[in-house]
C-alpha cells in the first residue's frame, strides 16, 4: 500500500505561481511512477506531469514551459511547481504514484483555483 498526502493548493490571480507537494508513505519501494492529474469541473481527469523512478519526465502540451515536476527520493516527495497560471488550469489536482506491480494510488487532492 502506498499512501499520498497532497498540499500546496489554494487561490491565486491568473499570471501568479503554485508549488504543489505530494509525499508519499508505506511501500514506496515499489513506486516507479509518480505525477500529477487534474480534473475541471464537468471534465474528466487528465494527466498534467510524471516522473519516473529513472528522471524520465513528460507534461501535457498545455503545461509544457510553464509548468515543473520534481522529485525528491530523499523526502519520497514529487512537486509540481506552476507558473505562469492561467483560469484553465483550475480543478482538483490529484497526485499519482503508479507501482512496479502497476498498481495505481491516488491522494485526496488538492483544489487550485486561477482567477482572470
Known amino acids: 500500500q502506498v499512501q499520498l498526502v497532497e498540499s500546496g493548493g489554494g487561490l491565486v490571480q491568473a499570471g501568479g505561481s503554485l508549488r504543489l507537494s505530494c509525499a508519499a508513505s508505506?511501500?514506496?519501494?515499489?513506486?516507479?511512477?509518480m505525477g500529477w492529474y487534474r480534473q475541471a469541473p464537468g471534465k474528466h481527469r487528465e494527466l498534467v506531469a510524471d516522473i519516473t523512478s529513472g528522471g524520465t519526465i513528460s507534461y501535457a502540451d498545455s503545461v509544457k514551459g510553464r509548468f515543473t515536476i520534481s522529485r525528491d527520493n530523499a523526502k519520497n516527495t514529487v512537486y509540481l511547481q506552476m507558473n505562469t497560471l492561467k483560469p484553465e488550469d483550475t480543478g482538483v489536482y490529484y497526485c499519482?504514484?503508479?507501482?512496479?506491480?502497476?498498481?495505481?494510488?491516488w491522494g485526496q487532492g488538492t483544489q487550485v483555483t486561477v482567477s482572470s
Open positions: 508505506g511501500s514506496i519501494f515499489s513506486i516507479n511512477v
Open positions: 499519482n504514484a503508479l507501482t512496479d506491480h502497476l498498481s495505481a494510488y
